[in-house]
């Protein structure tokens, strides 16, 4: 690891019934549509479903049942849709055909349309079909019309036992049902890493025993910042010896809240770590960046699974980041993000580097105030990016360089979170920069 210093900053910081009584729906191959799953995946939409109409409710199961049949098990990818009077119209792709464009290939166009098995998929460029990915699927005719012959794809007509109404719930529904059976690409997304120090070297029970405890403090951190009314719409994904966290939700506000969702997460576990006997609660290190990510649902059996799993950019640096991370260290990545603002009303986005997300972090931290942990109050919580002292007694803030196993070097940030509570000793996570000096030769 090698320190470098920058320039002298103040630190800131739907569905038919089985016959077994559940609410899955079976199709003609076999396989099984996890409604219940999936409804929760459904978000805010889950309750209209409640004052759907019994054809309300038959229609949106026949959708997924059409939907199903052009996902063919996995085989493909639904790009875009839009309604039509007795059905829908779908752009259908090969999964293996994202992979050419996601490599950003490039090939001739052409006027002919081929059929949907022989056709060449790369005619638009890679930037086309991230902005494709990264906006609602639903189209007006004319849309999908210019993207078929884009794409130099036949668009797939679907006709349904109900024809879709205009409601807007029915259609955000329809519209998630198309992204399970797709992907989705996200320019700038914050994710946060934990990872147990030493995993591989514990026992399996032992690794089952930091899984699980790891996992509650995931639990308990989301049920926290529930009491406090901050709301949360989080994922995860397991890393094997770890996970990746992120909120669905994508404005500043949301990110905030996931920064501070990790300092929950750390604070618990420290607190754990400090009551255990034995190996059974993990020492972590703690990795927060932001940046591009595909998102997708794998296919579990027969079916797209209804948890969702994030691949890109931002898990790739932050792998390479919580590599080289110190235990009980928490680094944050160097980035420059644009971000919905909502608090601007105007829909506009705000653009953000590490140093400023920290500040936007730590302005908001008053809101936490209160809270409980183990049984004592919060008082006060601080989170800064470390430095060195200035001769004026303010503090600079040191980026770090940092050489990764395939000879890349990456720049990220110490990050260091005081929590003060009521009459009970402070929780102070992540390590000091003076130790990150003395121990730079040997990292």
């Known amino acids: 690891m090698r320190l470098v210093q920058t320039a002298a900053e103040t630190t800131i910081e739907l569905w038919e019934e089985r016959s077994d009584g559940g609410g899955s729906m079976r199709y003609a191959d076999g396989s099984v549509s996890l409604s219940d799953g999936f409804t929760a995946h459904l978000g805010d939409t889950e309750a209209f479903l409640s004052g759907m109409s019994l054809r309300e409710r038959s229609a949106l199961v026949d959708v997924d049942k059409r939907l199903h049949e052009q996902w063919r098990l996995g085989q493909n990818v639904l790009l875009c849709w839009c309604p039509e009077p007795r059905g829908l119209a779908v752009l259908v792709v090969p999964h293996y055909a994202v992979a050419e464009y996601a490599a950003g290939h490039a090939a001739p166009r052409t006027d002919a349309v081929p059929p949907l098995d022989s056709m060449d998929y790369r005619h638009a460029s890679e930037d086309f079909f991230k902005s494709l990915l990264s906006r609602d699927r639903m189209m007006t005719p004319a849309q999908l019309s210019k993207v078929a012959r884009l794409l130099g794809i036949e668009i797939s007509h679907i006709a349904l036992r109900y024809p879709l109404s205009r409601d807007p719930v029915q259609l955000r529904l329809v519209e998630n049902m198309v992204k399970r059976y797709g992907i989705s690409y996200v320019p700038n997304r914050a994710v946060a890493l934990f990872d147990i120090v030493g995993f591989s070297l514990l026992s399996p029970f032992e690794q089952m025993n930091q899984i699980n405890s790891l996992a509650y403090s995931l639990n308990s951190a989301q049920s926290k910042l529930l009491t406090k009314r901050i709301d949360v719409n989080f994922a995860r994904s397991t890393t094997g010896d770890g996970f990746y966290i992120w909120n669905r939700d994508l404005s500043l506000d949301a990110n905030v809240n996931l920064y501070q969702f990790m300092h929950l997460v750390l604070a618990d576990n420290a607190i754990a770590r400090g009551k255990a006997h034995g190996r059974t609660t993990p020492r972590l290190r703690a990795c927060f960046h932001i940046g591009s990510c595909y998102e997708f649902h794998q296919a579990e059996g027969l079916n797209p699974t209804t948890y969702d799993y994030i691949v890109g950019d931002v898990t790739i640096e932050l792998a390479r980041m919580v590599d080289r991370a110190l235990p009980d260290q928490v680094l944050v990545g160097e980035f420059n993000a644009d971000l919905p ?65 395939h000879g890349m070097t990456r720049r990220v940030y110490n990050a260091k979170v005081n929590i003060y509570r009521h009459n009970a000793q402070p929780i102070l996570l992540g390590i000091e920069d003076h130790i990150l000096e003395a121990g730079s030769n040997a990292t």
Do not use: H, M
Request: one cysteine or more.
């Open 341 to 405: 603002n909502p608090s601007n009303g105007d829909g506009a986005q705000i653009k953000l580097n590490s140093i400023e997300f920290i500040g936007c972090a730590e302005q908001s931290l008053s809101k936490l105030e209160g809270l409980e942990l183990s049984g004592d109050r919060v008082d006060a919580i601080k989170c800064y990016l470390t430095g060195s002292r200035l001769g004026d007694g303010n503090f600079s803030i040191r980026r770090i360089v940092i050489n990764d196993k």
